[in-house]
């Protein structure tokens, strides 16, 4: 079974940051590229950020290019959301995910149990 831990949402103010990290099994994320997803209250879940597992080339929804990058720790198994100059309309609940891309976006195979991200105005 897949398992995908993540941490670091929270609350914060409009223009502030935040990090959210997720842990994978050393077989999940050596087989899968991982990304992110949220998911805001009475919207559908829409896909966030991917990276590959080599050469770890990065895929970006148009929301949030430039703000948010993601990166990953090969020794640690674990792949980071970098979230710059938040705005109010990212809040949502942030979900980790494991599986192959398309050619533009992460095909969700596996998920975490989701971390809430708030931004106040």
């Known amino acids: 079974q897949v398992q995908l831990v993540e941490s670091g949402g929270g609350l914060v103010q409009a223009g502030g940051s935040l990090r959210l990290s997720c842990t994978a099994s050393a077989r999940t994320f050596r087989s899968s590229a991982m990304g992110w997803f949220r998911q805001a209250p009475g919207k559908e879940r829409e896909f966030v950020a991917a990276i590959s597992w080599n050469p770890g080339t990065t895929y970006y929804a148009s929301s949030v290019k430039g703000r948010f990058t993601i990166s990953k720790d090969n020794a640690k198994n674990t792949v980071y959301l970098q979230m710059n100059s938040l705005k109010p309309e990212d809040t949502a609940v942030y979900y980790c995910?494991?599986?192959?891309?398309?050619?533009?976006?992460?095909?969700?195979?596996?998920w975490g149990q989701g971390t809430q991200v708030t931004v106040s105005s």
């Open positions: 995910a494991a599986g192959p891309l398309s050619t533009t976006a992460l095909i969700p195979g596996s």
